[in-house]
């Protein structure tokens, strides 16, 4: 006889790849490219992990079909921001099934390029380049389930593998030592990251979450991360990765009221300079500018930022 109980339980289907195309009278389209993942969750369905009863499971094909159905049926706008079209699809679900209990659906975004001709957009052609990847996450959860009036709605947003990489203005020294430690300070290096950033946005009105600029987020986002990584004069800013991180995520929330936290993770791709004073030439400290790029181990450096009535994690 079994005795032990499901703790927790989600169920539903991975990497839809759904596109789909705007097409105006005057001859201007715009296309959206997603992988999207659905999940549903709530206490009825534990049965069917336990009891092998699926009359409540709504199939996995089911909801790959309601995903293509609400990219069709869905205005526009409602369906070409990740956000939005992610909250949308998660809203219907919890609000057509009363034993859903939560939905979560994120979305990957495959963007592809306009092509420009004489710096002029091209109507219809696009193309696709190596950069980072956007993404998106709506979790809607019923506060009174079955019924689905009132709800906690989450919307989770950022990017990763953002490749950068400068040849100065990064220090690391003054740190911790013991007899374990063997890193030189290094007052100057080269510093390269693949950055992961994301953004949280909490409410309980879809409505007023769906008005939001995610467009304008995401790219304010992304221009503050590189613009804290390049430019910021202040010298403390980059005596770590954890303070350039900081002032990136503190830049997002000064510039974004709508954000609630800030959450980033730093891999720090090691170049180390190598050592040449066997071949008689000087190549370490003030002298380095031929490196070795260290793949593996790497630092890794993570944190999330709030405002101050936030409080911590």
Not at 126 to 148: D, H, L, M, Q
Not at 191 to 206: A, E, G, M, P
Not at 225 to 246: C, E, G, I, K
Request: a neutral charge.
């Amino acid at each position: 006889m079994e005795t032990s109980i499901v703790k927790s339980q989600a169920y539903g289907k991975d990497r839809v790849r759904v596109v789909r195309v705007v097409r105006h009278a005057d001859g201007w389209q715009e296309i959206a490219d997603y992988s999207v993942r659905c999940l549903l969750s709530g206490d009825q369905f534990e049965s069917s992990y336990t009891k092998g009863d699926n009359k409540l499971v709504v199939a996995t094909d089911s909801q790959k079909n309601t995903i293509f159905y609400l990219a069709k049926t869905l205005p526009a706008e409602k369906v070409m921001v990740p956000e939005v079209f992610a909250s949308e699809v998660a809203a219907f679900m919890i609000g057509k099934y009363a034993h859903v209990t939560t939905c979560q659906v994120k979305i990957i975004t495959k963007p592809w390029e306009r092509m420009k001709f004489e710096s002029k957009g091209h109507p219809h052609s696009f193309y696709r380049e190596g950069k980072e990847t956007r993404w998106t996450e709506a979790i809607i959860t019923k506060v009174n389930p079955p019924s689905a009036d009132q709800r906690k709605v989450t919307i989770n947003s950022g990017f990763y593998d953002l490749e950068v990489l400068k040849t100065t203005n990064s220090a690391f020294t003054d740190f911790w030592r013991d007899e374990l430690a063997t890193l030189p300070d290094m007052p100057d290096r080269i510093l390269s990251t693949k950055v992961l950033c994301q953004w949280r946005f909490i409410d309980t009105c879809l409505g007023k979450l769906q008005k939001l600029p995610f467009d304008a987020i995401f790219a304010g986002a992304k221009r503050n991360t590189l613009d804290a990584f390049a430019n910021d004069p202040r010298a403390w800013v980059h005596a770590s990765v954890q303070t350039t991180m900081y002032i990136m995520a503190d830049r997002i929330l000064n510039d974004f009221a709508a954000v609630d936290d800030v959450y980033y993770a730093l891999p720090n791709i090691h170049y180390f300079p190598f050592d040449l004073s066997p071949f008689g030439l000087k190549n370490l400290q003030a002298d380095a500018e031929v490196y070795m790029p260290i793949a593996d181990p790497s630092g890794y450096i993570t944190a999330t930022v709030s405002r101050p009535n936030k409080g911590k994690f």
